[in-house]
């Protein structure tokens, strides 16, 4: 089946984030949101036909999560990323940001320091400061064109932390790790007794030409959470999956997750996740080559109308890191091109790690390719008049 990614679906109206708080979140609504990571895609007709399915039976009533969902969960792992996982080694999550919020009251105390890499996903700056935790920021380098760690100044400040909330692959850009840098994170955090909590959730966003290396396969020593949320384009149904190797760890987590009864899942997202997992893959593989399309589409847009722009590509996932700084404008009047002149919403990259991040901004490439172009046409005449 051959699946159309430049239909172009209205959300508004559907109490969709990404488009009806774009008055409560930029103070306009009449512009075109490229921030919130959130394709505007149709979500897959078998995940679709499933849900159908499950409503025909007009019970709504507790559920568990059947055999065939932990069949499709651990038969993804294995196929797409060599994780031979049991059912006992994994645990189901409501979304991933809960479940590194989970983490941090579980295995930390109030004071303990959390590192972070930034720039990085918001969530992974404000949740160890709201649970009290002390935040500990390891500024990213962009060398040709990607982010890379520094690892003098992360083993430095890994030292005297709990925690490492680790984007595997790297959010605002996209960035994949691989091996050796995983490996060397591994081994500064083994040796300082650092735990790696390492959200995974673009693992399935890997562009052609790359591969993703999750962290489990590298060290035993860590907390993995993965989701067909992103893949699939079903975030609203709150399915993610925690995977733990170490015993004495997944014991600890998932017992305290048990006890307090705030991972249980439900029908929906059970047999939203079982059957893209079990069907995805040609759908996946489809869509990932359009998204390819849409980052080559960046990339000639802006060294033919933009050239000062300077950009980190994503090599997994729909998120593009872009540095206007070249233009000589302030951060301030950016923001107000760009929204007020543009009607284009990006994500403000200051709130990726302070204001290092002046003038940078997070662009979404999870649309179809004519709503690509023309917001990126609208940016390049607002900052080129």
Not at 248 to 254: H, I, N, P, Y
Request: glycine fraction near 8%.
């Amino acid at each position: 089946m051959q699946y159309n990614f430049d239909e172009i679906i209205d959300r508004r109206g559907t109490d969709c984030f990404k488009w009806d708080a774009l008055q409560a979140m930029y103070g306009r609504g009449d512009v075109t949101p490229m921030w919130v990571a959130d394709m505007d895609f149709r979500s897959p007709d078998f995940v679709m036909e499933a849900i159908r399915h499950r409503c025909d039976h007009e019970v709504l009533g507790y559920t568990m999560p059947s055999e065939g969902y932990w069949q499709a969960v651990t038969m993804w792992l294995e196929k797409h990323y060599n994780i031979q996982a049991t059912k006992q080694e994994l645990h189901f999550i409501p979304g991933i940001v809960a479940g590194i919020a989970y983490a941090l009251l579980c295995l930390t105390q109030p004071g303990d320091r959390v590192l972070v890499t930034t720039p990085v996903y918001p969530p992974f700056l404000n949740l160890p400061k709201d649970s009290g935790r002390t935040l500990v920021c390891s500024p990213l380098r962009i060398t040709n064109g990607r982010f890379e760690i520094d690892f003098d100044d992360f083993e430095r400040k890994a030292e005297r932390c709990k925690v490492f909330i680790m984007s595997n692959p790297h959010n605002p850009a996209g960035t994949v790790w691989g091996t050796e840098v995983l490996t060397k994170i591994a081994d500064i955090c083994e040796k300082h007794n650092v735990l790696v909590i390492s959200d995974e959730i673009h693992a399935d966003l890997t562009l052609p030409g790359h591969q993703h290396v999750s962290y489990g396969t590298v060290s035993s020593k860590g907390i993995t959470f993965m989701a067909p949320s992103k893949t699939f384009n079903i975030a609203g149904l709150g399915s993610s999956v925690c995977y733990i190797v170490d015993e004495a760890l997944r014991k600890r987590f998932f017992g305290w997750l048990d006890a307090l009864g705030v991972a249980g899942g439900n029908i929906f997202a059970f047999t939203a996740a079982e059957a893209a997992f079990a069907q995805g893959g040609e759908w996946l593989r489809q869509m990932l080559e359009y998204l390819s399309e849409n980052v080559k589409t960046l990339d000639r847009f802006l060294q033919e109308r933009m050239p000062k722009v300077k950009v980190v590509l994503p090599e997994a996932s729909y998120l593009a890191w872009l540095d206007f700084s070249g233009y000589g404008l302030t951060h301030e009047q950016l923001k107000q091109k760009l929204l007020n002149e543009a009607k284009v919403a990006l994500n403000d990259g200051t709130t990726f790690g302070g204001g290092k991040y002046e003038c940078c901004f997070r662009l979404n490439l999870g649309c179809p390719r004519s709503i690509l172009i023309d917001a990126l046409s609208r940016i390049a005449d607002s900052i080129n008049e």
